[in-house]
Structure formats: structure tokens, C-alpha cells
């Protein structure tokens, strides 16, 4: 079974900064793809940012220019560094890996979520 450990979040000030990490752990055949998504209270879960094994980045429209994702493959932990926070960041944050599962003569994609971690901006 693959787990991920996400660790980071807390309560900062407006302005403030906040690293978020994101450790799998049990994937035996490979990532392709981790992310960052967030759940504010009263809504949906959306996305913050994505990034592929090869390092290809892509960013939700709020984040751009705040927030950066990178990865470390040989760790498989995924990072989301987020500057200038503002209140709206609010929100559960929850890690997502795409990964390659193999029983038998069968392949297929699988996405793992994180319990979540909570990040508090204040005003």
C-alpha cells in the first residue's frame, strides 16, 4: 500500500510563509505524477499545483507566483513552498500521488491521498 506523510502546515500571519512536505512511501513501481490540493471550509477540494516525475510544473491561477512545487524523486517527497500567504489560503492541504500499480499481467494508475494538514493564515 502506498501512504503519504504530509507535514508543514500550521498557523502563520498574513504575509507569512509556510513549507509543506509530502513523503510516499510503499509504491513499488514508480510516481508520475504528485500534487498539492486544498480544501477550504465550505468547499470543494481543488487544486494548488501539480508536478511530473520530469519536473513539468502546473499552478492554479490563485497560487501563481506564491506558491512553488518541486520534488525530490530520490525521496519521493514532494514539496509546495508557499510565500506572501493571504486569509483565502486558508484550507486543509492534501497531498496526491499518481502511481504505477502492477498485479500480474495488469498495470493501471492509482491516486493516493494524504490525511491532509491544516494551514491557518490570519489576518
Known amino acids: 500500500q502506498v501512504q503519504l506523510v504530509e507535514s508543514g502546515g500550521g498557523l502563520v500571519q498574513a504575509g507569512g510563509s509556510l513549507r509543506l512536505s509530502c513523503a510516499a512511501s510503499g509504491s513499488r513501481f514508480g510516481i508520475n505524477a504528485m500534487g498539492w490540493y486544498r480544501q477550504a471550509p465550505g468547499k470543494q477540494r481543488v487544486l494548488v499545483a501539480t508536478i511530473t516525475s520530469g519536473g513539468s510544473t502546473n499552478y492554479a491561477d490563485s497560487v501563481k507566483g506564491r506558491f512553488t512545487i518541486s520534488r525530490d524523486n530520490a525521496k519521493n517527497t514532494v514539496y509546495l513552498q508557499m510565500n506572501s500567504l493571504k486569509p483565502e489560503d486558508t484550507a486543509v492541504y492534501y497531498c496526491?500521488?499518481?502511481?504505477?500499480?502492477?498485479?500480474?499481467?495488469?498495470?493501471?494508475?492509482?491516486?493516493?491521498w494524504g490525511q491532509g494538514t491544516q494551514v491557518t493564515v490570519s489576518s
Open positions: 496526491n500521488a499518481e502511481c504505477v500499480t502492477v498485479q500480474g499481467v495488469d498495470i493501471s494508475l492509482s491516486d493516493y
